[in-house]
């Protein structure tokens, strides 16, 4: 009982310290100003890249409190800090977190003369994606492929939440994911989330073509649970309550 209250405190710490270390950030930390300068442009500038970013934030309207910050620990760091990732955070923290490589695109678009806004518009779907993570109910007691499921009912229906909260069509955020991340990145983020079921993420490929739905339909929902080898018809019933959108409505809130 002693050893479960110690854990329960030690866990606490981790979890205020991370939120403190967080939230005391501005925009960018140090990390990755260092990761930038390092690895991906010597001649990175965070005074210019700061009013950059707050410019194009204050264009992003329906960003509300959460503050954006561009961090690199703590994210899982098998991944590339130098591709196109973010993350909405623990629960409850209002951080959206991008990795250095975001910076790093945007600070090169600052100096672009002419630009066809490709960066610019993923970067505000993406935002509304982790936003939408952030509306969503998590699961904590699902297993196996049911948890795999709503993993990917999640990502699916805050595709939907990135496309509406940008006010982009399915269609330009599909071009600009091409062009930015599938086209430079290859073949690895084109599958990321591998071929694999019992992976949380669905690869982009499976996520682009349920973008076509227009929206999450029951339909939809139960093909994904069918893709998922979902039997269960109780548990399908059960997200499509969660995660079904109305025609013309709002997503649902779940949570
Ligand atoms: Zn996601």
């Not at 410019?55 to 991944?79: A, C, G, S």
């Not at 409850?92 to 977190?97: F, N, P, T």
């Amino acid at each position: 009982m002693i050893l479960l209250i110690l854990i329960l405190i030690a866990l606490l710490c981790v979890y205020l310290h991370i939120s403190l270390s967080w939230h005391s950030i501005d925009v960018i930390s140090l990390e990755a100003e260092e990761f930038i300068r390092e690895k991906l442009d010597p001649a990175f500038d965070t005074e210019r890249f700061r009013s950059y970013i707050d410019k194009l934030l204050q264009r992003i309207d329906f960003l509300d409190e959460n503050k954006v910050i561009f961090f690199t620990p703590f994210y899982d760091r098998k991944k590339s800090q130098s591709s196109l990732n973010a993350h909405t955070g623990l629960p409850g923290q209002k951080v959206i977190i991008f990795t250095p490589g975001w910076a790093a695109r945007l600070y090169r678009e600052s100096f672009a003369g002419k630009s066809d806004g490709a960066i610019t518009d993923l970067f505000a779907f993406v935002l509304g994606h982790e936003m939408t993570h952030k509306e969503q109910r998590r699961f904590i007691f699902l297993f196996g492929r049911k948890r795999v499921c709503a993993g990917w009912l999640r990502e699916i229906s805050s595709d939907f939440g990135g496309i509406r909260k940008s006010g982009l069509s399915a269609g330009r955020v599909r071009f600009c994911l091409e062009k930015e991340i599938l086209e430079r990145e290859g073949r690895r983020q084109r599958r990321y989330g591998s071929k694999t079921v019992l992976r949380p993420h669905p690869t982009w490929e499976y996520r682009m073509k349920c973008w076509e739905s227009g929206r999450m339909t029951r339909e939809l929902v139960d093909k994904i649970c069918r893709d998922c080898g979902i039997t269960d018809r109780r548990f399908c019933d059960r997200m499509k309550r969660i995660y079904a959108e109305k025609p013309a409505g709002s997503m649902r809130r779940a949570g």
